[in-house]
């Protein structure tokens, strides 16, 4: 009960940080928009009451006139629509000469302030109209817009009108209460609906994880089906799918490797047990116990050759196996090789045969090339009927050197070919052969090459023979450097 309450604590904080993530990400852009509609808001109503002073300061032009000093408005008293413009123009209107005497001002504009003489020829002198902003006592916006005036004498005085933006102020205001009051309940029907969608989202991770906790090392032939829409919980799941296939592929060569060992061993105790009961209850002569022990010894022997190749190639995996690094001539290796396993060719008939190039330099472990060239021959004698024929090549091609092992043996089929340098793997015949081993001697060629930078390739036919190819770098003794002591490649 502990695991799956642990797992369901961690789906919910998860769930609730990716809620928690969109419900802040969302709330950030609501209140973003907000923002920028009030200030568009409030430009635009700006923007027409500055519209709306134009008109107005060009309408004072048309009906103000200053005669001898005095303020004169110029309209038809009996037009009420005149007489109503001339006193809306008038509600926030101030007038003064160039010395800031003042020839008119309204009640409105008092609050606001009048402007003192220094302000006024300030204004004279730039000759500029200039639009503000200015509040009353209490607290009332006002655009107000001052510039010079001329009379018909081309006397400057100093005029300035302007209207209350306490309309267009509570225009931006009822939008703002009025949104930020909706933005709750955006936020809140928002918060409900990431909560199903990050549920939603999660679950194929949550099947993941349900599937990981139920895979044991006899339950590895579990699979999660794919959702189809190829976004990256398919790519999760694709990779668990290919590491639960990589698991399987390695319990099944651990168990089978098991298998083959276990038999492998317990071979050669059985039959030193036998021989060494039978020379105790049995022999009588001395030439006899000789016999039983020679034959417990070739028994011992392949004892140890099972286990030194098990500790060779644990060294290898574990990268605690180091190589040398030094010039060595492929060819030559190749001769002696092929001298070594003569007798064993001769003893079933075949003919073994090697040419070689002169120059085929290659830098490596020489222990470890003849080991890849020893192995390569050997199982091309054990699996070569009699009166087959082995050829071994070695020669160099541009920037290569080319090892080439071709037999008449009984060949690989196509379907097993991709396997035969995995560890532990033996090609299936049907066949009894009593000299079937473990299967690891391909798995350390293709090791030996890979450290050495070299490409193996396998062409084959069952009933054809096989031709193993193996590319090495080439070098050039003559420039090669000196090697001093310490020089190792590391596998």
């Not at 695991?3 to 969302?26: D, E, H, K, N, Q």
């Not at 060494?276 to 030439?287: F, I, P, R």
């Not at 690989?412 to 066949?431: A, C, S």
Request: net charge negative.
């Amino acid at each position: 009960m502990g695991a799956p309450s642990a797992a369901r604590r961690r789906a919910l904080g998860l769930r609730f940080r990716l809620t928690l993530s969109y419900v802040i990400l969302f709330t950030i852009l609501v209140l973003g928009l907000g923002l920028l509609f009030r200030e568009t808001l409030d430009y635009t109503l700006q923007t027409n009451a500055s519209a709306i002073l134009d008109e107005e300061w060009a309408a004072v032009k048309g009906y103000l006139r200053v005669e001898r000093h005095r303020p004169i408005w110029f309209f038809d008293r009996d037009d009420q629509e005149e007489a109503f413009i001339v006193q809306r123009l008038r509600r926030v209107f101030l007038l003064t000469d160039a010395l800031g005497t003042v020839l008119e001002v309204s009640p409105d504009y008092v609050e606001l302030g009048v402007e003192s003489p220094g302000q006024v020829r300030d204004i004279l002198q730039s000759g500029k109209t200039v639009d503000r902003t200015r509040y009353s006592h209490s607290g009332e916006p006002f655009l107000v817009r001052t510039g010079p005036h001329l009379d018909d004498g081309r006397k400057e005085f100093v005029l300035s009108i302007g209207r209350s933006l306490a309309r267009e102020r509570q225009i931006v205001d009822q939008f703002m209460q009025q949104y930020f009051a909706v933005v709750p309940l955006l936020v809140f029907g928002l918060g409900i609906a990431g909560w199903a969608m990050a549920g939603r989202a999660l679950r194929p991770l949550n099947d993941v994880a349900q599937a990981a906790s139920s895979i044991t090392g006899t339950n590895l032939s579990l699979r999660i089906p794919s959702r189809g829409a190829g976004d990256e919980l398919d790519h999760l799941i694709e990779r668990f799918n290919a590491m639960v296939d990589r698991l399987e592929h390695s319990f099944t060569q651990v168990r089978q490797f098991s298998i083959d060992v276990s038999h492998e061993l317990r071979t050669p105790i059985t039959a030193m047990r036998g021989e060494l009961e039978v020379a105790l209850l049995t022999a009588k002569t001395v030439e006899q116990h000789r016999e039983a022990m020679m034959t417990a010894m070739e028994d011992c022997e392949r004892l140890g050759k099972v286990v030194r190749t098990l500790l060779q190639l644990s060294q290898a995996e574990t990268g605690q196996l180091t190589l040398a690094s030094e010039s060595v001539e492929l060819g030559a290796i190749a001769r002696d090789v092929v001298e070594q396993l003569l007798i064993a060719a001769e003893e079933k008939n075949l003919q073994l045969t090697t040419a070689t190039d002169p120059e085929t330099w290659v830098r490596g472990d020489q222990v470890q090339l003849e080991r890849l060239v020893s192995n390569l021959i050997s199982n091309a004698v054990k699996y070569t009927p009699e009166h087959g024929k082995i050829d071994v090549s070695v020669r160099a091609k541009d920037q290569e050197v080319i090892l080439e092992v071709a037999d008449t043996g009984r060949g690989i089929p196509l379907e097993h070919q991709p396997r035969i340098f995995e560890r532990f793997y033996r090609v299936p015949d049907g066949e009894p052969n009593p000299e079937k081993g473990l299967g690891l001697g391909l798995s350390f060629v293709a090791w030996i090459a890979k450290v050495h930078n070299a490409r193996i390739s396998v062409a084959s036919a069952p009933g054809r023979g096989s031709i193993f190819t193996v590319a090495f770098p080439r070098i050039d003794a003559r420039s090669e450097p000196v090697l001093h002591p310490g020089d190792r490649i590391v596998a």
